[in-house]
Nanobody
Framework: QVQLVESGGGLVQAGGSLRLSCAAS????????MGWFRQAPGNERESVAA????????YYADSVKGRFTISRDNAKNTVYLQMNSLKPGDTAVYYC????????????????WGQGTQVTVSS
């Protein structure tokens, strides 16, 4: 059984920053590729960032590249998403996801999901 719990969402002004955290309840966290996805009302869930088991390989969507940073602390079973220079278009529910295997960016490749945390960016 894998459980993921996101935290750190909130309301910020455009240009502000937030750091999301995802705490994972797993036996061996280092085996998992971790991803962040987001979904705005009426839109499909989209990949934001992903990080492999060692942290040595990462992926970022073009829309967030240079503004967001994904990282992980395997000793704490936690993955983070540092979000800087936030824009109104970043407003969405952000989900943490986990899978065993290589880096992936498709929702169907991730069997484990958190409950989501709301990020709202005002203009």
């Amino acid at each position: 059984q894998v459980q993921l719990v996101e935290s750190g969402g909130g309301l910020v002004q455009a240009g502000g920053s937030l750091r999301l955290s995802c705490a994972a309840s797993v036996r061996t966290f280092s085996l998992y590729t971790m991803g962040w996805f987001r979904q705005a009302p009426g839109n499909e869930r989209e990949s934001v960032a992903a990080i492999n088991w060692s942290g040595g390989n990462t992926y970022y969507a073009d829309s967030v590249k240079g503004r967001f940073t994904i990282s992980r602390d395997n000793a704490k079973n936690t993955v983070y998403l540092q979000m800087n220079s936030l824009k109104p278009g970043d407003t969405a529910v952000y989900y943490c996801a986990a899978r065993v295997g290589q880096l992936a960016i498709n929702t169907y490749e991730y069997p484990y999901w958190g409950q989501g945390t709301q990020v709202t960016v005002s203009s």
